[in-house]
């Protein structure tokens, strides 16, 4: 049992490149959500989905783009990359639980830097 | 709205020294309150959870923390630090019954430095 798996786990991308950071999970969770994590600033929410086919933004997508064909994958797309979004990238998942709680377990990360 | 406050960004301290990690936060609704931990080039774990039931909860690695509703807290302590418990910690919360849509919000997180 992996948990959540995240690649790759560092990106140096020029301003105006694209590139899709990729989230696996293999608990058969329902929900999936992707963060980002800047210095001083906590994690701030891009984008979540509730199950396969159905996504919504959080509070920071400008920028971003996700897709989710299957339980277990949820990329994330930045189309065109910009210096603001030097940051490190997390994905969670979790699965409904009693009293509605859902507790988030998260991958590892990926720390990419726009130049 | 809600909110974390970490007043703390970072906590230096000697090894078997406690530890306070300070936690505010700001709700008009019930919310459920968690501690993460983020090892260097780690991801997040959950160190602990409080749910309902009593304001005392324990957590993984010996820390522990007390929720106080008239203060709205919700601080970490640990008796005695270790070498290997450096590492960053969130305090987070979510609203109660809010299912998936009910994201998590995070403090800004607190450095603990242990220092031999």
């Known amino acids: 049992n992996a948990g959540v798996t995240q690649t790759p786990k560092f990106r140096i991308l020029k301003i105006g490149q694209s590139m899709t950071l990729q989230c696996t999970q293999d608990?058969?969770?329902?929900?999936m959500y992707w963060y980002r994590q800047d210095p001083g600033m906590g994690l701030k929410l891009i984008y979540y989905s509730v199950g396969a086919g159905i996504t919504d933004k959080g509070e920071v997508p400008n920028g971003y783009n996700v897709s989710r064909s299957t339980t277990e994958d949820f990329p994330l797309r930045l189309e065109l990359a910009a210096p603001s979004q030097t940051s490190v990238y997390f994905c969670?998942?979790?699965?409904?639980?009693?009293?509605?709680?859902?507790?988030?377990?998260f991958g590892p990360g990926t720390r990419l830097t726009v130049l | 709205a809600q909110s974390v406050t970490q007043l703390d960004s970072q906590v230096p301290v000697f090894e078997e020294a406690p530890v306070e990690l300070r936690c505010n936060y700001s709700?008009?609704?019930?919310?459920?309150l968690f501690w993460y931990v983020q090892y260097p080039n780690q991801g997040l774990q959950l160190l602990l959870k409080?749910?309902?039931?009593?304001?005392l909860v324990k957590g993984i690695n010996g820390f522990e923390a007390e929720f106080n509703k008239s203060q709205t807290s919700f601080h970490l302590r640990k008796p005695s630090v270790h070498i290997s418990d450096t590492a960053e910690y969130f305090c987070?919360?979510?609203?109660?019954?809010?299912?998936?849509?009910?994201?998590?919000?995070f403090g800004t997180g607190t450095l603990l430095a242990v220092q031999p």
């Open positions: 969670a998942s979790s699965h409904p639980g009693l009293m509605g709680y859902n507790e988030q377990f």
């Open positions: 709700s008009s609704v019930s919310v459920y």
């Open positions: 608990m058969n969770h329902n929900y």
């Open positions: 409080y749910l309902s039931g009593s304001t």
């Open positions: 987070a919360l979510t609203r109660v019954y809010g299912g998936a849509t009910n994201k998590l919000i």
